[in-house]
């Protein structure tokens, strides 16, 4: 049967967990059971989607290839009233199976108290891109730059904190090889991450280049800092930033070892040098701030 003028539904008011259906529809089953599309609110995340449904013996609802998640953390500041204020993520999660578990299923009223709940469980891989960040929209293609996040269980979704943020999985770029990792938050309130290279670097551009020291994954973009090489040229930088056909960095130092077999170029050494690198062209240009040079390599 279907119910039109159904604006919100109120699940679980101690657990926070209340539905907003799209057009104010939802489709009645057998046993209170319901299908909805539209925006789940639970705790401090909220579900945007479409064929949800409700289970009301096992009291959850069951979520198949959401649309987004998006979640928000308690800070360490009060209000007046002595409740934490809350953060909202800049990132969101996409592409969720799993199932939301409202609250015990012998206490749909509420009147006992189960902390663990609200509890999500993924069920299967999900997603963060990064295609919609502010000033790099569409700079890092969701097809080839995206962290893959493991399946996970979160209990007690009223009351996540910034420690609480920990998704383990594997971050793909076409830049460097693929990177296990965890997502935490970060600085800029973000998904993303730090990364020590290893000690024999990491192949950046297919093998193009080599890159030494640790990566960070923020919504400020894929950056280094640390050291690169490529050809016979070395430079060392605080702040690479990699994109998927480029590589910009204000060098702290710079230089190139002398080598005449091959490719042949002279021995150079500079502070503070802008570079700019195409890998798919080639191209290396170093240009000095402080010397009068302009140095273009191409392999």
């Given at each position: ?123 299967s891989n999900s997603f963060v891109y990064y295609d919609h960040i502010p000033g790099l929209d569409s700079t890092y293609s969701r097809d080839d730059f995206y962290f893959e996040l493991e399946p996970y269980t979160i209990n007690n979704l009223d009351r996540f904190k910034k420690e609480d943020v920990q998704f383990k999985g594997k971050f793909s ?127």
């Open positions: 049967m279907t119910i039109n003028g159904v604006s919100q539904i109120f699940l679980s008011d101690f657990q926070n967990v209340i539905i907003w259906p799209k057009n104010e529809q939802i489709i009645l089953g057998k046993n209170r059971n319901f299908d909805f599309d539209g925006k789940i609110i639970a705790g401090l995340f909220t579900f945007f989607g479409e064929n949800f449904k409700f289970k009301y013996d096992s009291f959850k609802i069951n979520l198949h290839n959401l649309d987004s998640m998006q979640l928000a953390i308690q800070t360490d500041t009060s209000n007046i009233y002595g409740n934490a204020l809350l953060s909202e993520i800049k990132n969101t999660i996409e592409m969720i199976t799993g199932e939301l578990l409202i609250d015990h299923p012998s206490n749909k009223s509420g009147y006992y108290q189960f902390p663990e709940y609200p509890i999500l469980h993924s069920m770029s076409g830049i460097f090889p693929e990177i296990s990792q965890t997502l935490t938050v970060q600085e800029d309130n973000s998904l993303g991450f730090s990364h020590a290279t290893p000690t024999e670097g990491l192949l950046a551009y297919k093998g193009k280049g080599v890159f030494y020291n640790n990566i960070k994954l923020s919504n400020k973009g894929l950056k280094g800092e640390g050291k690169l090489h490529y050809l016979s040229s070395v430079a060392e930088s605080d702040d690479f930033i990699f994109y998927p056909d480029s590589m910009f960095a204000e060098a702290q130092t710079f230089s190139i070892n002398k080598q005449e077999t091959g490719v042949k170029f002279p021995e150079l050494s500079a502070d503070n040098v802008q570079i700019k690198w195409y890998p798919n062209k080639d191209e290396w240009i170093a240009h000095s701030t402080e010397m009068i040079f302009h140095y273009l390599m191409i392999k």
